[in-house]
T-cell receptor, first 114, second 115 residues
Framework: GAGVSQSPRYKVAKRGQDVALRCDPI?????LFWYQQALGQGPEFLTY????????KSGLPSDRFFAERPEGSVSTLKIQRTQQEDSAVYLC????????????FGSGTRLTVV | AQTVTQSQPEMSVQEAETVTLSCTYDTSESDYYLFWYKQPPSRQMILVIR??????QNATENRFSVNFQKAAKSFSLKISDSQLGDAAMYFC????????????FGQGTRLTINP
């Protein structure tokens, strides 16, 4: 596609529910990133894929957070047993990879845990 | 660890005037990129301007320019002839050139344009 597509755009979850957030990157983009952006803050890195390999997951805040990209294209960020502090915008970005700097961001999913 | 600091949570400027947004960063690397991103209410991050650390010349993109001071680890953004459409959150970001490709962002500056 022409851009990075994220769905759903908004998600309301009851505390304790599991959620799955989807990211569809630009076709051919090797690298894919997930960021968490709390209200009024800058995005914080969660995890990074190069093709299907998850090369860095150092930013995942707990073992309730899990990401996958099984075929090297679409990625899913799953949050189990959601808690109120998980409320944030989750941004996805993709790039061609390597030393390129051409990140393309999606419009994010706003997750609200009630 | 690399950190990026934006000390101005909010800035405002009159339409057609010039405004400067500040950013400082901390790194032990010598080769890196610096970026300014704009985030409107649509939430999508839009690249405004980038600077390669090995280039001494300050980057310029139309009304947007940077003042890159490598020794001081400072990277400010100047917006000339401010327009109503410039109103947004602005984020300074950093990444090393080789290795980890993740962006490290500052806390952001909310820019308001007064008509």
């Amino acid at each position: 596609g022409a851009g990075v597509s994220q769905s759903p755009r908004y998600k309301v979850a009851k505390r304790g529910q599991d959620v799955a957030l989807r990211c569809d990157p630009i076709s051919g983009h090797v690298s894919l990133f997930w960021y968490q952006q709390a209200l009024g803050q800058g995005p914080e890195f969660l995890t990074y894929f190069q093709n299907e390999a998850q090369l860095d997951k150092s930013g995942l805040p707990s073992d309730r957070f899990f990401a996958e990209r099984p075929e090297g294209s679409v990625s899913t960020l799953k949050i189990q047993r959601t808690q109120q502090e998980d409320s944030a915008v989750y941004l996805c970005a993709s790039t061609l990879g390597g030393t390129t700097y051409g990140y393309t961001f999606g419009s994010g999913t706003r997750l609200t845990v009630v | 660890a690399q950190t990026v600091t934006q000390s101005q949570p909010e800035m405002s400027v009159q339409e057609a005037e010039t405004v400067t947004l500040s950013c400082t960063y901390d790194t032990s690397e010598s080769d890196y990129y610096l970026f300014w991103y704009k985030q409107p209410p649509s939430r999508q991050m839009i690249l405004v301007i980038r600077q390669e650390a090995y280039k001494q010349q300050n980057a310029t993109e139309n009304r947007f320019s940077v003042n890159f001071q490598k020794a001081a680890k400072s990277f400010s953004l100047k917006i000339s002839d401010s327009q109503l459409g410039d109103a947004a959150m602005y984020f300074c970001a950093y990444r090393i050139i080789q290795g980890a490709q993740k962006l490290v962002f500052g806390q952001g500056t909310r820019l308001t344009i007064n008509p």
